[in-house]
């Protein structure tokens, strides 16, 4: 056995578990002791051995070409984010005898930590482990868990008053989810990973499940749906850039359509949170 965590056996058994039969054609008769597909039946689907297919389950073999990744992609029926980081995970070379890495520290860079400061809109910077390491006054107004310390994930997952933002907060847990494991990719020995994937694992059954799915989806912008118990509803378009010179750092700007309702609730709520003007 390969040392070494075996990520990309770990995806495509998740993966695997979750295609039905019926999605890919092959008749289903009697019952079936496993969920999703077969391994032999991803193999012959893929047009490999059963054998060969074995290996890279259990980790024994961790060099699959590019077309055999491929064809196991197809066959599991892995949209782009997905196949990408499939991909990634068999490009992944098992490092010998390492030490566990220091946690890094992630620092804003000074003129964008001006930029979120200075701006009109509810905007934060994430880490790529997804903890706020910056915010402006508007941002904390929209959720106080936008404040520089918090992390995003565990906000979602563990703090009620931030669920009840969201009326489909479990629709949006699990792209936050796949959304994570995306931006991780094979960085899984880093502390604080470990420490927050644990976390969270035993903390919410929630996560836990949607964690095992393995699901992978690149963080773009949206439509987000936000029930503020101050000024109500508000439609905000979410904007994610990524930050030049700080690997896995991503400006979030929230902003509304101008002219809405939610455009004038935003309004309200900035000038809610201005100083008094002293004469």
């Given at each position: 056995?390969?040392?070494?965590?075996?990520?990309?056996?770990?995806?495509?058994?998740?993966?695997?578990?979750?295609?039905?039969?019926?999605?890919?054609?092959?008749?289903?008769?009697?019952?079936?002791?496993?969920?999703?597909?077969?391994?032999?039946?991803?193999?012959?689907?893929?047009?490999?051995?059963?054998?060969?297919?074995?290996?890279?389950?259990?980790?024994?073999?961790?060099?699959?070409?590019?077309?055999?990744?491929?064809?196991?992609?197809?066959?599991?029926?892995?949209?782009?984010?997905?196949?990408?980081?499939?991909?990634?995970?068999?490009?992944?070379?098992?490092?010998?005898?390492?030490?566990?890495?220091?946690?890094?520290?992630?620092?804003?860079?000074?003129?964008?930590?001006?930029?979120?400061?200075?701006?009109?809109?509810?905007?934060?910077?994430?880490?790529?482990?997804?903890?706020v390491l910056a915010a402006n006054t508007l941002a904390t107004a929209l959720s106080p868990r936008f404040t520089a310390g918090a992390n995003r994930l565990r906000s979602l997952f563990l703090d009620p008053a931030e669920q009840a933002l969201y009326p489909y907060w479990e629709g949006a847990a699990g792209g936050m989810v796949a959304g994570f494991r995306e931006s991780v990719g094979t960085d899984t020995d880093d502390p604080r990973f470990i420490e927050l994937v644990g976390e969270l694992s035993l903390a919410s059954p929630l996560f836990s499940r949607l964690w095992a799915r393995h699901d992978v989806q690149a963080c773009e912008a949206a439509s987000k749906h936000i029930e503020h118990p101050q000024v109500g509803g508000l439609q905000l378009n979410r904007e994610r850039l990524s930050i030049d010179g700080a690997a896995g750092q991503t400006l979030v700007v929230y902003h509304p359509d101008p002219g809405t309702d939610s455009a004038d609730r935003l309004a309200l709520l900035a000038s809610a949170i201005q100083p008094p003007v002293r004469t």
């Open positions: 056995m390969t040392d070494g965590p075996n990520l990309l056996g770990d995806y495509v058994r998740a993966r695997r578990e979750l295609v039905t039969p019926e999605q890919v054609g092959i008749p289903v008769m009697g019952v079936r002791r496993v969920p999703g597909l077969r391994r032999e039946e991803v193999a012959m689907l893929a047009g490999i051995s059963a054998d060969y297919y074995l290996r890279l389950e259990q980790g024994r073999d961790r060099n699959p070409s590019v077309q055999v990744l491929e064809s196991i992609a197809r066959v599991l029926r892995l949209d782009e984010d997905a196949t990408a980081h499939l991909l990634l995970l068999g490009a992944d070379r098992p490092r010998r005898h390492r030490t566990r890495p220091r946690p890094r520290k992630e620092t804003v860079p000074a003129g964008i930590a001006k930029l979120v400061a200075t701006l009109q809109l509810p905007a934060l910077v994430e880490g790529r482990y997804f903890d």
